[in-house]
């Protein structure tokens, strides 16, 4: 006697929204008593690792060091199909199809340091007081993060910003500003981050160098013995820009590149996982100061949104907006409609702003700054005589009548 479940359209992985279709092959030598033929499929989440814990023991009334293993264990699908009852079964050889709708609100498949998410599917032939006959096939389920169901400001500028004061031995310099500005907050696979920072150093010290760098953090839960979580921090992209001088003013902007191969996990229905993105923008000071960090907390996905408009810089309404930005870049649209004309893409490696095909005018450039220290332009003065032109004819001096001047009489 054998069974096996055999799946008609597996090609490795099931995307949510995809239909499953498969049978549960039974092979038998006799005619078998059963109580029943069914197939199950579940989603089932697991947490497990070990934590040194310190313990009071009252019987050596001492204070001790121990391993306490955490665990977590949750069934986010279990469904049960009943594909024959209890009766009698010939021998020969059967098979019962089976189908099943895989809902877009599951999650993602999932392996990680501390924990697990997996689907099977397991058929049996339930036999009266005897073992069962069972046949388990894991498969992979990916869940798509689309960004037109997830509700929220996700396609709006957001800006952040901090500032520190500098300290040399008893003296504060001045503080160093950082301000961050994001076109949008959510953002696909593949797709780059414009990344416009703006840093103002009123101190005596120098910013070495601006680092720019998005980690994924995966939170994991225990609930057993006590809730606890543990936490898989991985860097998704990072880049750097050359800093700014004492006393200075740059502004600037630095792409960050997602990777195509990059893990964006839905967790969607999970209890006992989560996950979250950080952009950290880190300005390094020279010296034994610490550094300025400002972040951003942006969504990564999938599916972008539908007519998901082309990323202007954050102040391009205002003048003043437009003279204070020097590099600017026009962020390529990922998944237009596609009724609409496609958008205008940049050729690659191109930098700054480009105007595309048709578009009248070029944005209002400010001229460059001047290096400092630069030549002042000489005074406007009155022009010097010409040694060569005519002067006046020679004169006797006046007389000291003529020099001075009678007063009038009291």
Known sequence: MSCKILLDNYTGSYNTGDTIKGRFQVNLNSRKDIRGIKIRIKCKERTEWTKRESHYNHRTKKHESRYVQYTGDNEILSLELKMRGEGSIEAGQHTFPFTYFISPDLPSTYNGSNGSIHYYIKGIVDRPYKFDYEDKVYFSVFSPIDFNVLGGNLQEPKEAGDEKSVCCLCCASGPVSCDVYLDKYAFVIGETINVNIKILNMSNVSVNVVR???????????????????????????????????HGEHEFLVPLEIPRHAQAYNFSSSTLFDVSYKLTVSCELDGCHSDLDVGHFPKIGHIPHVNQPITQQPYNEAQQGQEEWEDVDVTVNIGEDVNEPPPYVPPAGTIGFVVPPGASGAPPYPPEKMPYPYAVPPVPSAPFADPNAASAPEMPPPSYGDATVEKPPK
């Open 212 to 246: 720019v760098k998005l980690t994924q953090r995966v939170t994991s839960r225990a609930t057993h013995p006590n809730s606890d979580s543990r936490y898989d921090t991985d860097t998704v992209a990072k880049n750097e820009h050359s800093g700014v001088g004492a």
